[in-house]
């Protein structure tokens, strides 16, 4: 009778040493990414206080006499990049800091600061090149582009199954709290170690599994996937707040650029008619700040011209506390609020991805935002090192130093529903899975010393 309890136990979940494996083999693929993102993610974290203090020369300017026109300071930040047109135009926080102007060329983009009064050209920088923009690109597609993001999400997958199977791996057995709950810091090597990374991974997997989870929408594939359901859904095409990928970014940048360039020119395309239209002005500038002013929008506030006939001016809230954005649509001519639609106003699914964005880069509530992440983050690192040292530990020689697997058990019908779940939410992971299955069973059936070496005989 017990026997057969044990069989059916069985058939509904596969056997610790089995999840053993699953955990050993995914925790070797994602160790190195882990600790890149968890690095590349900590410093990203302070994004408000790096920028403010690469920003601090031109916070404080002496501006003796009264300022130039915002239309004056957009012009002179366009004629510093030769070839440009207005992108965005930031309003300032203050009275004495420079003016940010965001021009551009195509897919480029250069932020220039211009002084408020003199309109002197005090720097000019490359969006791409700024610091904390490389370190997102760093940390979200390794500098690497689409391929990269690839990677990533790949890595942030199997960093998924891999600290679930490490929670069943933790789960009580019976005993006490030691090694469970607090390490047990005397009896010395591998049990100190066992302890140090079950007891920290038990800590930081939920908040772990969170920021995994809130960082998908970035990502190529799981963006890209996440759209199209939503497209097929709502029936109409949808246009998201965040982008998934650089190259998203690039072609929006692209677009903007060639609709003001259009209204810039003599001419317009229309159903395949070239009519006449007026050049957009930089004039309304100054009239829309007015508007903008009193509204107390969270910094910082970006305006942008028209990029079509009979298009009106824009501007948006651009926090990096997302919840607190608003987007609104100006007339030029006026000055007068058109439409304002604030976060709360926004569909269920673009607010759940806001505030996870928003809690996942450290800007969601403040200072203790930042510390949790932080100390997320330093867990991870530690689990990360604790895994290596016990993998060094244990390894015998000549071969990985894979768990052994058992005599071939039942199927575990429970576990094998549940890797189908997770292959569809995660869809990159489930096809690398097949693709490994495959590599398993038409390859490396047929080199059996590379399969005693991966611990797969």
């Known amino acids: 009778m017990g026997e057969k309890i044990m069989e059916h136990t069985r058939r509904r979940w596969p056997s610790y040493a089995a999840v053993w494996r699953w955990h050993f083999y995914a925790g070797l693929f994602c160790v190195p990414f882990v600790l890149w993102l968890a690095v590349t993610g900590s410093i990203y974290l302070f994004r408000p206080q790096v920028e ?24 002179a930040a366009v004629r510093a990049v030769p070839g440009s047109v207005l992108h965005r135009y930031q309003l300032p926080e ?4 420079a003016v940010q102007v965001i021009v551009g060329k195509g897919q480029a983009e250069t932020r220039v600061y211009v002084h408020p009064q003199t309109l002197a050209i ?6 791409d090149s700024r610091l904390m923009r490389v370190i997102f690109r760093l940390h979200g597609e390794l500098l690497a582009g689409t391929p990269g993001s690839y990677l990533v999400e790949l890595a942030a997958s199997w960093t998924i199954v891999m600290l679930l199977s490490g929670l069943f791996l933790w789960w009580p057995r019976g005993g006490g709290l030691a090694g469970v709950l607090y390490p047990r810091l005397t009896g010395g090597g591998r049990r100190f170690w066992r302890d140090l990374h079950g007891v920290t991974g038990f800590w930081v997997s939920a908040f772990a599994l969170f920021l995994l989870v809130s960082g998908l929408p970035w990502a190529k594939s799981w963006g890209g996937y996440l759209k199209t359901v939503r497209q097929v859904v709502e029936g109409h095409p949808v246009k998201q707040d965040w982008t998934t990928g650089s190259a998203e970014e690039l072609r929006r940048r692209a677009a903007m650029d060639a609709g003001t360039r259009a209204m810039m020119g003599e001419h317009a395309e229309h159903r395949g008619m070239a009519m006449a239209h007026p050049a957009v002005s930089l004039v309304p500038l100054d009239r829309l700040i007015a508007t903008l002013g009193p509204l107390r929008l969270a910094t910082p506030v970006l305006v942008s011209p028209p ?27 006026t000055g007068k609020i058109l439409t304002r639609k604030d976060f709360a106003q926004r569909r269920l699914v673009d607010r759940l991805v806001g505030w996870g964005v928003a809690i996942h880069e450290g800007q969601a509530f403040g200072w203790l935002n930042q510390l949790l992440n932080l100390l997320t983050a330093l867990g991870l690192i530690l689990l990360a090192v604790s895994s290596v040292v016990l993998w060094w530990r244990r390894r ?6 894979a768990p052994r697997a058992g005599a071939p058990a039942p ?3 429970a576990f094998f529903a549940l890797v189908v779940l997770l292959g569809l939410f995660l869809p990159l992971m489930g096809v690398s899975l097949v693709a490994v299955l495959l590599v398993e069973r038409l390859v490396l059936a047929h080199l059996p010393g590379t399969r005693r070496w991966l611990g797969l005989a």
């Open 94 to 97: 203050t009275d004495t800091e």
């Open 396 to 401: 015998p020689e000549g071969v990985l130093g």
């Open 307 to 333: 990029t079509g006939p009979g298009q009106p001016w824009t501007a948006k809230s651009d926090a990096a506390n997302r919840p607190l954005r608003t987007d609104l649509t100006l007339d030029g001519e």
């Open 52 to 75: 403010a203090l690469i920003d601090a020369p031109y916070a404080h300017l002496a501006i003796p006499g009264p300022r130039a026109s915002a239309a004056d300071q957009a012009a």
């Open 411 to 413: 199927a575990a019908i």
């Open 122 to 127: 005090l720097k000019t920088v490359d969006e």
